[in-house]
C-alpha cells in the first residue's frame, strides 16, 4: 500500500501548514462533509458530530516551531520524513481521519490544539458538555510503531479485548488528549498506532503502509455490528493481570516495566519484579528489563531522549537528561 499522487499532495499540504492555518482548514473540510449545524470551532477543537457513536481524535500541534519545507516520500521503501522535522506526530493522525471520512465515513471527529503542550485544548474542552448526544468509545490516532492499542488510565479490560481483535496489541503509554476526554465524557478509548517512529525529533519517519493498515483496521471498527457502549472505568478503580504470573490484582499495585529498546513495556506484580530483577532508570525512575541496561543506566525512553538532547518531567520536574 503506497499513497497515490492524489493523496501524497494532500498530506503534503497538511504537514506544511501551521496550527493555526490547519485548525482553520480542517474547519472548513469538516464543514463540507458534515451538516453546517454539526460542526464547531472554538481555540481548543474543531468537532463535528456524525452519524456513528465513535469518536476519531488527532491533534494539530507538533513539536516543530515551524512546518517542514522539505519532504521526501520514498515510494519502494515506502517512508516519509523531513531534515526540517517531519510532524507526522500527528499530523498522520489528521490525514487518516480525514482519509477515512473521504471514504465516507461519518463518525464523530474531534481535532484537538496544543496537546504537545500538556493536551491544553483537550483539557479545555472537557470544561464544558460533550458535544455528542451518543458516544460509545473514543479512538486516538497518536501513537508510534504499527500495532500498538494504549489505554492509559482505562481498565475496562471487556473494551481492551475489543480493540485487540481488530489486530492491535496492547502497550503502555505516558500521556495524550483520550487522557483528558474519556474520564471526563464517561467513555472507555484507544490510542492507536499510526506509523510514525522517533517522534519529536527530526530524525521522525512515517511508514506509510502502516499508517494505511491502521487506517483500514479502524474502518472495520467503524463498520462493526457488534459495536456497544463500554464506559469509562480508571485503572485506579479496576484490576490488572501481571504479564509474568499472570496473577490479578489491583491496577495500583503493579508496575510497568519495559522489555525493549522500543520502550515496549509490560506489567509485573511486586513479586516477580524482585523475581526478575528488575532494573531502575537513574533519571524517571521506571523499570526496565536487565537485559536492556546501557551503561548510563537509562531507560529506552530517557535514553533516547538523552541522545536528541530533549529535556523530561519527572513529578513535575523539567530538565535536560545528563
Given at each position: 500500500?503506497?499513497?497515490?499522487?492524489?493523496?501524497?499532495?494532500?498530506?503534503k499540504?497538511?504537514?506544511?501548514?501551521?496550527?493555526?492555518?490547519?485548525?482553520?482548514?480542517?474547519?472548513?473540510?469538516?464543514?463540507?462533509?458534515?451538516?453546517?449545524?454539526?460542526?464547531?470551532?472554538?481555540?481548543?477543537?474543531?468537532?463535528?458530530?456524525?452519524?456513528?457513536?465513535?469518536?476519531?481524535?488527532?491533534?494539530?500541534?507538533?513539536?516543530?516551531?515551524?512546518?517542514?519545507?522539505?519532504?521526501?516520500?520514498?515510494?519502494?521503501?515506502?517512508?516519509?520524513?523531513?531534515?526540517?522535522?517531519?510532524?507526522?506526530d500527528?499530523?498522520?493522525?489528521?490525514?487518516?481521519?480525514?482519509?477515512?471520512?473521504?471514504?465516507?465515513?461519518?463518525?464523530?471527529?474531534?481535532?484537538?490544539?496544543?496537546?504537545?503542550?500538556?493536551?491544553?485544548?483537550?483539557?479545555?474542552?472537557?470544561?464544558?458538555?460533550?458535544?455528542?448526544?451518543?458516544?460509545?468509545?473514543?479512538?486516538?490516532?497518536?501513537?508510534?510503531?504499527a500495532?500498538?492499542?494504549?489505554?492509559?488510565?482505562?481498565?475496562?479490560?471487556?473494551?481492551?479485548?475489543?480493540?485487540?481483535?481488530?489486530?492491535?496489541?496492547?502497550?503502555?503509554?505516558?500521556?495524550?488528549d483520550?487522557?483528558?476526554?474519556?474520564?471526563?465524557?464517561?467513555?472507555?478509548?484507544?490510542?492507536?498506532?499510526?506509523?510514525?517512529?522517533?517522534?519529536?525529533?527530526?530524525?521522525?519517519?512515517?511508514?506509510?503502509?502502516?499508517?494505511?493498515?491502521?487506517?483500514?483496521?479502524?474502518?472495520?471498527?467503524?463498520?462493526?455490528?457488534?459495536?456497544?457502549?463500554?464506559?469509562?472505568?480508571?485503572?485506579?478503580?479496576?484490576?490488572?493481570?501481571?504479564?509474568?504470573?499472570?496473577?490479578?490484582?489491583?491496577?495500583?499495585?503493579?508496575?510497568?516495566?519495559?522489555?525493549?529498546d522500543?520502550?515496549?513495556?509490560?506489567?509485573?506484580?511486586?513479586?516477580?519484579?524482585?523475581?526478575?530483577?528488575?532494573?531502575?532508570?537513574?533519571?524517571?525512575?521506571?523499570?526496565?528489563?536487565?537485559?536492556?541496561?546501557?551503561?548510563?543506566?537509562l531507560?529506552?525512553?530517557?535514553?533516547?531522549?538523552?541522545?536528541?538532547?530533549?529535556?523530561?518531567?519527572?513529578?513535575?520536574?523539567t530538565?535536560?537528561?545528563?
Amino acid at each position: 500500500q503506497i499513497l497515490n499522487s492524489r493523496d501524497l499532495h494532500s498530506f503534503k499540504a497538511i504537514l506544511r501548514m501551521s496550527q493555526p492555518k490547519l485548525h482553520n482548514a480542517v474547519y472548513q473540510m469538516l464543514k463540507n462533509i458534515y451538516p453546517a449545524d454539526k460542526v464547531t470551532k472554538t481555540p481548543d477543537a474543531v468537532c463535528a458530530e456524525g452519524t456513528i457513536p465513535i469518536c476519531l481524535v488527532a491533534h494539530l500541534d507538533t513539536v516543530f516551531a515551524s512546518p517542514p519545507s522539505e519532504i521526501y516520500y520514498d515510494k519502494e521503501a515506502n517512508v516519509m520524513w523531513s531534515p526540517d522535522g517531519l510532524g507526522a506526530d500527528d499530523r498522520a493522525g489528521v490525514f487518516s481521519i480525514l482519509k477515512i471520512l473521504s471514504a465516507g465515513y461519518l463518525p464523530h471527529v474531534v481535532f484537538t490544539t496544543d496537546e504537545e503542550s500538556g493536551a491544553v485544548g483537550a483539557s479545555n474542552l472537557v470544561q464544558h458538555e460533550c458535544p455528542f448526544k451518543e458516544l460509545d468509545y473514543i479512538i486516538e490516532l497518536d501513537r508510534a510503531n504499527a500495532t500498538d492499542c494504549v489505554f492509559y488510565e482505562g481498565a475496562n479490560y471487556e473494551f481492551e479485548d475489543y480493540v485487540e481483535s481488530f489486530g492491535f496489541v496492547t502497550a503502555l503509554g505516558s500521556f495524550t488528549d483520550i487522557v483528558e476526554l474519556c474520564p471526563a465524557w464517561g467513555v472507555s478509548g484507544v490510542n492507536l498506532s499510526i506509523g510514525y517512529r522517533d517522534e519529536h525529533t527530526t530524525s521522525e519517519i512515517l511508514f506509510i503502509g502502516q499508517m494505511l493498515a491502521t487506517i483500514e483496521k479502524v474502518k472495520k471498527m467503524l463498520d462493526a455490528h457488534d459495536r456497544k457502549k463500554f464506559p469509562f472505568i480508571s485503572e485506579y478503580e479496576g484490576t490488572c493481570k501481571c504479564n509474568s504470573c499472570g496473577k490479578v490484582r489491583s491496577s495500583y499495585m503493579m508496575i510497568p516495566v519495559s522489555v525493549d529498546d522500543k520502550n515496549h513495556k509490560i506489567w509485573l506484580c511486586g513479586d516477580c519484579v524482585a523475581n526478575e530483577q528488575v532494573e531502575w532508570c537513574d533519571y524517571c525512575y521506571e523499570g526496565f528489563m536487565p537485559g536492556i541496561l546501557n551503561k548510563d543506566k537509562l531507560c529506552p525512553e530517557c535514553e533516547r531522549l538523552k541522545k536528541n538532547g530533549f529535556t523530561r518531567t519527572v513529578f513535575g520536574n523539567t530538565r535536560a537528561i545528563q
